[in-house]
Nanobody, 126 residues
């Protein structure tokens, strides 16, 4: 089973940018559709973006479409999330997740993803 570790979180002012990275070990990411989710205090885990196993297709939540970009490098076993024009409401713990090669990258249901990282904190100040 793949192990995932997120990095790149931090504190940024509104309007700023951050780049999150998810590094995999134990298996090649070519075997997985990937997603990014986030969870704010007191709220349910929320889908942010997904990417197909070969990077050919991406999908975004309406709340981040046009501001965030998901990408992957299967040779490096990494999946990144570039976050621009950040807003205070983007504050959350961000998680990367791996699912099967079956279009799951468009699923907003966390239960469709079998492997998760430990999360990285993103805080956006106003």
């Amino acid at each position: 089973q793949v192990q995932l570790v997120e990095s790149g979180g931090g504190l940024v002012q509104a309007g700023g940018s951050l780049r999150l990275s998810c590094t995999a070990s134990g298996s090649t990411l070519r075997n997985y559709d990937m997603g990014w989710f986030r969870q704010a205090p007191g709220k349910a885990r929320e889908y942010v973006a997904g990417i197909s196993w070969n990077g050919g297709h991406t999908y975004y939540a309406d709340s981040v479409d046009g501001r965030f970009t998901i990408s992957r490098d299967n040779a490096k076993n990494t999946v990144d999330l570039q976050m621009n024009r950040l807003k205070p409401e983007d504050t959350a713990v961000y998680y990367c997740a791996a699912g099967g090669i079956n279009g799951v990258f468009t699923s907003t249901n966390p239960r469709d993803f079998g492997s998760w990282g430990q999360g990285t904190q993103v805080a956006v100040s106003s």
